[in-house]
Nanobody
Framework: QVQLVESGGGLVQAGGSLRLSCAAS????????MAWFRQAPGKEREFVAAIRSYAGTTYYADFVKGRFTISRDNAKSTVNLQMNSLKPEDTAVYYC?????????????????WGQGTQVTVSS
């Protein structure tokens, strides 16, 4: 069982930055692939970024490439999402997820454990 707790969301102006963190419980954090998804009001949940287990190859949705960076600290059992050059369309609830390494890393079905989400609001 893995419990995930997100933090770092908030209100920021367009062009600003936020850093989301996700703290995981459990002793086997490094063996999990981790990901961030987001869901805006009235829209489906969508993939944002993922990082494979251990050393962690990273993957990004096209709409965040060059702006967001996912990273993990296995010693602290945390995964982070550094978000720069934020746009109003980035406004959403951001969810942290944990699962197994997979070639379909963008699919929510890969991830067994989910956090409660943290709100990110970007004003224009």
């Amino acid at each position: 069982q893995v419990q995930l707790v997100e933090s770092g969301g908030g209100l920021v102006q367009a062009g600003g930055s936020l850093r989301l963190s996700c703290a995981a419980s459990g002793r086997t954090f490094s063996s999990y692939a981790m990901a961030w998804f987001r869901q805006a009001p009235g829209k489906e949940r969508e993939f944002v970024a993922a990082i494979r287990s251990y050393a962690g190859t990273t993957y990004y949705a096209d709409f965040v490439k060059g702006r967001f960076t996912i990273s993990r600290d296995n010693a602290k059992s945390t995964v982070n999402l550094q978000m720069n050059s934020l746009k109003p369309e980035d406004t959403a609830v951001y969810y942290c997820a944990a699962g197994s390494d997979s070639s379909i890393y963008w699919s929510a079905s890969v991830y067994r454990y989910w956090g409660q989400g943290t709100q990110v609001t970007v004003s224009s």
